[in-house]
């Protein structure tokens, strides 16, 4: 069936430090987005991707989106505490169309050390 | 603008007992509805989704249910719980089409 896979699960960096995480779908996704939960929060929407080849930016934060719309990455540069969470890529369930059903990849957990 | 609100924030419940989680929304009409749960802090897992007043999907063979009895009001149920049924427990509404999730602050049950 349809997966959404993302590594690392978890990663520890010095703050200051750059970090990347990597979302892959088994399938083509006609957008992906990316939500960001705070330890004992709820999921956050960050941003959506919808052209293949896409980047976008946030301050600190660069999204991009694959040219084969299979794969994503979400990098931080100079990381902060408060960048400190569990950032999770999320895209379409296959065939679900209007209804707005999403699979989640399983999240990658970001430690920062002051 | 939307809120969403959900309650209870935590509930810890015996084996056996029924369970009751409501979801409301406001400032929006027609929303897609969602419950999602999130086991050991890891991923999200779709258990339902609503497109109309009782209108349910279930996405996956499990012990509880979910109705929609009102446009903005989305209900998580179960008759009797299991321990497996402990999690963080997550109301998330959407537009229609694909549009991104707005999640409730969600429910961490406990079954002892």
């Known amino acids: 069936g349809q997966q959404v896979m993302q590594i690392p699960q978890y990663q520890h960096v010095q703050e200051g430090e750059d970090f990347t995480t990597y979302c892959n779908s088994s399938?083509?996704?006609?957008?992906i987005q990316w939500y960001k939960q705070r330890p004992g929060g709820h999921p956050v929407f960050l941003i959506q991707l919808v052209k293949s080849g896409e980047v976008k930016k946030q301050k600190r934060l660069t999204f991009q989106f694959g040219e084969a719309k299979k794969n994503s990455s979400l990098h931080i540069t100079a990381t902060q505490t408060t960048d400190v969470g569990t950032y999770f890529c999320?895209?379409?369930?296959?065939?679900?169309?209007?209804?707005?059903?999403?699979?989640f990849g399983q999240g990658t957990t970001l430690q920062v050390k002051p | 603008s939307q809120t969403i609100h959900q309650w209870p924030a935590t509930l810890v419940q015996p084996v056996g007992s029924p369970l009751s989680l409501e979801c409301t929304v406001e400032?929006?009409?027609?929303?897609?509805l969602y419950w999602y749960r999130q086991a050991a802090g890891r991923g999200l897992q779709l258990l339902f989704y609503s497109i109309g007043i009782d209108q349910i999907s279930s996405e996956v063979p499990q012990n509880l249910s979910a109705s929609r009895p009102q446009d903005r009001q989305f209900i998580l149920s179960s008759k009797k719980l299991l321990l497996s049924d402990s999690g963080f427990y997550l109301c998330?509404?959407?537009?229609?089409?694909?549009?991104?999730?707005?999640f409730g602050n969600g429910t961490r049950l406990t079954v002892t």
């Open positions: 400032g929006t009409s027609n929303p897609n």
């Open positions: 999320a895209g379409p369930v296959e065939g679900s169309s209007n209804t707005g059903k999403l699979i």
């Open positions: 998330a509404w959407s537009p229609r089409g694909n549009s991104p999730l707005h």
């Open positions: 399938t083509t996704l006609s957008n």
